[in-house]
């Protein structure tokens, strides 16, 4: 009897190891980057569809600023300079807020400045899914028009405009 139970106890305090080590796994796989810092990100507009980008597809823009800041998986990105005075201007904010996911960032900002033609009235948003790689960063920025779904809105209730960025932090 006395080896059987000490046999029964190992078993056990190798399940619980087992277990363990397979949660420990489970958690680390998802796992929130820290994705904090300050990029420099170069941009280049792939979709004009809209007009809410002042540039043509295949128009590039380097050394955009941008700063993240991150609590958990709540993040925040500021972009800097005359790039971020014209998504400010497009969008009334210059500042996306979203969460990061492992890798993945999911990052938005709803339009406040009005916008109108006949009866459609809207405003713009953009929103930003980016991977972090180490210090890499690369994603996309996605443009659309929030409308109020009359006629008069016509392509602004189907329409995007994209921007692709990459670039880098400096390391830790």
């Known amino acids: 009897m006395e080896y059987s139970s000490q046999r029964r106890e190992r078993l056990m305090q190798r399940a619980a190891l087992i277990l363990a080590v397979l949660a420990a796994g489970a958690c680390g796989g998802d796992a929130t980057a820290n994705v904090a810092g300050t990029y420099t990100l170069a941009l280049t507009v792939q979709e004009n569809q809209c007009g809410i980008l002042t540039s043509d597809a295949g128009t590039s823009s380097t050394g955009v600023t941008v700063v993240v800041t991150q609590d958990g998986p709540n993040v925040t990105a500021k972009v800097q300079g005359v790039a971020g005075v014209a998504l400010s201007l497009a969008t009334g904010s210059d500042t996306f807020t979203g969460r990061v996911s492992g890798n993945s960032l999911d990052l938005s900002i709803i339009g406040t400045v009005a916008g109108s033609s006949g009866t459609c009235a809207f405003t ?18 996605t443009y659309t028009y929030a409308t109020n779904k009359t006629a008069d809105c016509g392509i602004r209730d189907a329409c995007q ?9 400096p390391p830790k």
């Open 124 to 141: 713009r948003d953009a929103h930003l899914v980016g991977t972090l790689a180490g210090d890499l960063l690369t994603g996309s920025v």
């Open 161 to 169: 405009d994209m921007q692709l960025f990459n670039g880098t932090r």
